[in-house]
C-alpha cells in the first residue's frame, strides 16, 4: 500500500449496517432469555430435587448433542407453518433460545451445585422463602459469575451463527453473518473490504470479552463448567 485509507471500513459499515442493527435485536433478547430461563433450570435441578429431575436433566443436555443439519428441515417448516416466525428476527431468537437452554442449563446446575450451599436454601425454607422467593433473594444475587459464562457463551454463538441465519432469514431481516457473506461476494470478491467487514463483525464480541473477562475466569472457577 502507498498510503493509509479507512475508505475500506466505511464501505463495509455501509454494506454491514442492517445486519449489524438485526443482530443486535436477535442477539440481546436471545441471551438473556436463554440465560434466565437456564438459570431457573439449574436451580430447580440442583436444589429442588424431585422425582426424574435426572432423567430430565439428561434428556436436556441431549439437546447439545443434536447436530443442528439433522433437524434443519423439520425446523424450517415449523417455522413457516406459524405466521410471523419464519424469516424474521423474532423467530431466530426463538430458535437460539431454545437451542440456549442445554448448556445454559447445565453451566447453572454444576455452577449452584458447587457454589450455593444447601444450608443457605433451608434456612431459607425456615423462614418461610418458597421456591421463586429464594431464587429471586437468595440465588439470584449470587450468580453474577454464571450469568457472565453464560452471556459470553451464548453472545459468541448467537453472533457468530450462520447456519440458522440463512436457513432462517434473508438479507433484509438476516443477521451480520449473512450480510458479511454477502459483501465477500462470490465472482469477484472484494478483499479489502471483506477484511474490513470481517473486523467490524467481530468486535461485538471482542468488546464482551474484554469487559466481561475478569469475571469470565472466576465464573470458571467457581464451577460453572464442571462436569
Known amino acids: 500500500p502507498t498510503s493509509l485509507t479507512f475508505d475500506n471500513f466505511a464501505k463495509a459499515f455501509d454494506a454491514l449496517d442492517t445486519g449489524f442493527r438485526n443482530s443486535f435485536l436477535l442477539v440481546i433478547p436471545a441471551v438473556i432469555i436463554s440465560a434466565f430461563l437456564g438459570s ?3 436451580y430447580v435441578l440442583s436444589k429442588w430435587k424431585f422425582p426424574g429431575s435426572e432423567l430430565i436433566f439428561t434428556l436436556l443436555l441431549f439437546g447439545m448433542f443434536i447436530p443442528y443439519q439433522s433437524i434443519l428441515l423439520p425446523l424450517v417448516q415449523f417455522m413457516q407453518s406459524i405466521p410471523g416466525l419464519y424469516a424474521s428476527i423474532p423467530g431466530l431468537i426463538l430458535v437460539h433460545v431454545i437451542y440456549g437452554i442445554p448448556i445454559t442449563t447445565l453451566i447453572f446446575r454444576n455452577y449452584y451445585a458447587t457454589t450455593v450451599p444447601v444450608e443457605m436454601i433451608e434456612a431459607a425454607n425456615v423462614d418461610g ?5 429464594t431464587f429471586r433473594s437468595i440465588v439470584l444475587p449470587l450468580s453474577l459469575p454464571g450469568f457472565v459464562v453464560t452471556i459470553i457463551w451464548q453472545f459468541t ?15 433484509r431481516n438476516g443477521p451480520i453473518t449473512i450480510a458479511l457473506n454477502a459483501l465477500a461476494g462470490a465472482q469477484s470478491p472484494d478483499y479489502a473490504a471483506s477484511m474490513a467487514g470481517a473486523l467490524i463483525a467481530s468486535l461485538p464480541t471482542l468488546v ?8 469470565f475466569i472466576g465464573g470458571l472457577m467457581a464451577g460453572s463448567v464442571k462436569s
Open 40 to 42: 431457573m433450570n439449574g
Open 208 to 215: 464482551v470479552y474484554i469487559v466481561l473477562g475478569r469475571w
Open 129 to 133: 422463602a418458597g421456591l421463586l422467593r
Open 157 to 171: 454463538s448467537s453472533w457468530n451463527d450462520y447456519l440458522f441465519a440463512i436457513f432462517l432469514s434473508n438479507t
